[in-house]
């Protein structure tokens, strides 16, 4: 992000990292091995982490500076053709213009409509199957039409003896969470439609920031996509200058922390990280707004969500699961919470497509989908075609768009250094 980003030579004490909600879930039935292993560690440690903890927002004496950043007043500097226009599994890149608007009016707009979502994504889940249940039954939205075919799977939810896999109620969990992400989504041309001041790149950029933000403070992923869908809820809905936008993002992370995390970063501290642009009656007040215009309703299932079980059904005939697939899988889902043009894609679309390419990233000998993961996601690899080629592209960056942190993310020992890793081309012969 070039000089955009402001580094101060102060300091914030950090916690350890926090015991969360998602981390208390990580040994049920959504919860992937990699993740299991490190809850475990959290968990054996959180009853001390909070001793004596605290954090000081003003305390600027240490060493290692937590990168701040000042309102986004001028980014127009940096220019990232990221916006990905897909048509028949092609993509193509627009750039985009600025308007000045100097008015601010909210409003709010809870009449949500899937018409805009691509076929795949436009389905309602089946309902849950029995145990000895060996089909997929597909439904439209309307319910005109059914197709049912007989797959042999592997049942990753067969372990009811252990209670916290919730393995007998794992099937209505998960069609739950398929109705819902269906409802309150944001449109994917909010930006065209709503906005005037706001630009898909400055929604990019303040999204690349959020997430060297959650590194700070080290809060759990599920805060990072609960934190986006709330910024592009809330300006599907409502107006908001660029000065105001950065505020939104501080916000909405603010919000997000209280659900997600136990121990969630203070107002000041979200304050001191925008280099004390914004105040503290600045950042309640705005939080007042975000929360009626969402009618206190916050939690969505998000891409995240859907990964820990399609995950698990991805490794469910291997032996020793793969941590290199997993973390992959996680780094390509992230990657598109930056990109805007990823909107028209459902999250469960997203996610099945990361196992997709992640599977074909590591393994190009065999098909990388298979009866098991068909059954738990009930979308075929034809339905995941234009999402698969779109984060494929994302993969390889093939638009050089700058904005990394992401990338620089996963590209850490303890990721696996899995953001180095490419995938050959796509043949046809796998939708």
Request: hydrophobic letters at 35%.
């Given at each position: 992000?070039?000089?955009?980003?402001?580094?101060?030579?102060?300091?914030?004490?950090?916690?350890?990292?926090?015991?969360?909600?998602?981390?208390?879930?990580?040994?049920?039935?959504?919860?992937?091995?990699?993740?299991?292993?490190?809850?475990?560690?959290?968990?054996?440690?959180?009853?001390?982490?909070?001793?004596?903890?605290?954090?000081?927002?003003?305390?600027?004496?240490?060493?290692?500076?937590?990168?701040?950043?000042?309102?986004?007043?001028?980014?127009?500097?940096?220019?990232?053709?990221?916006?990905?226009?897909?048509?028949?599994?092609?993509?193509?890149?627009?750039?985009?213009?600025?308007?000045?608007?100097?008015?601010?009016?909210?409003?709010?707009?809870?009449?949500?409509?899937?018409?805009?979502?691509?076929?795949?994504?436009?389905?309602?889940?089946?309902?849950?199957?029995?145990?000895?249940?060996?089909?997929?039954?597909?439904?439209?939205?309307?319910?005109?039409?059914?197709?049912?075919?007989?797959?042999?799977?592997?049942?990753?939810?067969?372990?009811?003896?252990?209670?916290?896999?919730?393995?007998?109620?794992?099937?209505?969990?998960?069609?739950?969470?398929?109705?819902?992400?269906?409802?309150?989504?944001?449109?994917?041309?909010?930006?065209?439609?709503?906005?005037?001041?706001?630009?898909?790149?400055?929604?990019?950029?303040?999204?690349?920031?959020?997430?060297?933000?959650?590194?700070?403070?080290?809060?759990?992923?599920?805060?990072?996509?609960?934190?986006?869908?709330?910024?592009?809820?809330?300006?599907?809905?409502?107006?908001?200058?660029?000065?105001?936008?950065?505020?939104?993002?501080?916000?909405?992370?603010?919000?997000?922390?209280?659900?997600?995390?136990?121990?969630?970063?203070?107002?000041?501290?979200?304050?001191?990280?925008?280099?004390?642009?914004?105040?503290?009656?600045?950042?309640?007040?705005?939080?007042?707004?975000?929360?009626?215009?969402?009618?206190?309703?916050?939690?969505?299932?998000?891409?995240?969500?859907?990964?820990?079980?399609?995950?698990?059904?991805?490794?469910?005939?291997?032996?020793?699961?793969?941590?290199?697939?997993?973390?992959?899988?996680?780094?390509?889902?992230?990657?598109?919470?930056?990109?805007?043009?990823?909107?028209?894609f459902l999250p469960s679309v997203i996610a099945a497509s990361a196992v997709f390419l992640a599977k074909w990233t590591m393994n190009q000998s065999s098909?990388?989908?298979?009866?098991?993961?068909?059954?738990?996601?009930?979308?075929?690899?034809?339905?995941?075609?234009?999402?698969?080629?779109?984060?494929?592209?994302?993969?390889?960056?093939?638009?050089?768009?700058?904005?990394?942190?992401?990338?620089?993310?996963?590209?850490?020992?303890?990721?696996?250094?899995?953001?180095?890793?490419?995938?050959?081309?796509?043949?046809?012969?796998?939708?």
């Amino acid at each position: 992000m070039g000089n955009e980003k402001a580094v101060s030579g102060n300091t914030i004490p950090l916690h350890p990292r926090p015991i969360t909600r998602a981390l208390a879930r990580a040994s049920s039935n959504l919860t992937t091995s990699s993740e299991m292993a490190a809850a475990t560690t959290m968990i054996n440690q959180g009853r001390g982490l909070r001793a004596n903890s605290k954090r000081t927002a003003s305390d600027d004496k240490n060493a290692n500076a937590p990168k701040r950043r000042a309102v986004l007043n001028d980014i127009t500097n940096v220019s990232c053709e990221n916006n990905i226009q897909i048509k028949k599994g092609r993509a193509s890149s627009s750039k985009v213009t600025n308007a000045k608007v100097q008015v601010v009016c909210t409003g709010t707009n809870e009449a949500s409509s899937c018409s805009f979502i691509e076929k795949p994504s436009s389905k309602l889940p089946p309902r849950p199957p029995g145990r000895s249940t060996s089909t997929v039954e597909r439904s439209c939205v309307g319910g005109s039409s059914i197709v049912a075919s007989s797959l042999k799977f592997i049942d990753i939810d067969s372990d009811v003896k252990d209670p916290l896999l919730c393995s007998l109620y794992a099937h209505e969990i998960h069609y739950n969470m398929r109705v819902a992400e269906l409802k309150r989504r944001p449109s994917p041309d909010f930006m065209e439609r709503t906005q005037r001041d706001v630009t898909k790149t400055m929604r990019g950029i303040l999204v690349d920031w959020l997430v060297e933000v959650s590194e700070e403070y080290t809060l759990v992923p599920d805060t990072l996509y609960l934190t986006v869908y709330l910024i592009d809820w809330f300006l599907n809905g409502n107006y908001i200058e660029r000065q105001r936008l950065q505020l939104l993002g501080v916000t909405c992370m603010l919000i997000a922390s209280k659900y997600e995390e136990i121990y969630a970063p203070r107002i000041e501290e979200f304050c001191f990280i925008t280099d004390n642009t914004y105040t503290r009656d600045q950042v309640l007040e705005m939080e007042s707004q975000v929360l009626k215009h969402f009618s206190f309703q916050i939690y969505t299932p998000t891409s995240k969500t859907f990964l820990r079980r399609f995950l698990r059904a991805a490794q469910a005939s291997h032996v020793m699961p793969s941590v290199e697939m997993e973390f992959l899988a996680n780094y390509l889902t992230e990657l598109t919470l930056v990109e805007y043009e990823f909107l028209k894609f459902l999250p469960s679309v997203i996610a099945a497509s990361a196992v997709f390419l992640a599977k074909w990233t590591m393994n190009q000998s065999s098909h990388p989908w298979n009866p098991t993961l068909e059954h738990y996601t009930t979308y075929r690899a034809s339905d995941l075609k234009a999402c698969v080629q779109a984060l494929h592209e994302l993969q390889l960056n093939t638009k050089r768009c700058p904005l990394n942190s992401i990338r620089m993310k996963y590209k850490q020992d303890k990721f696996k250094s899995v953001a180095v890793f490419t995938s050959p081309e796509l043949p046809d012969r796998l939708f």
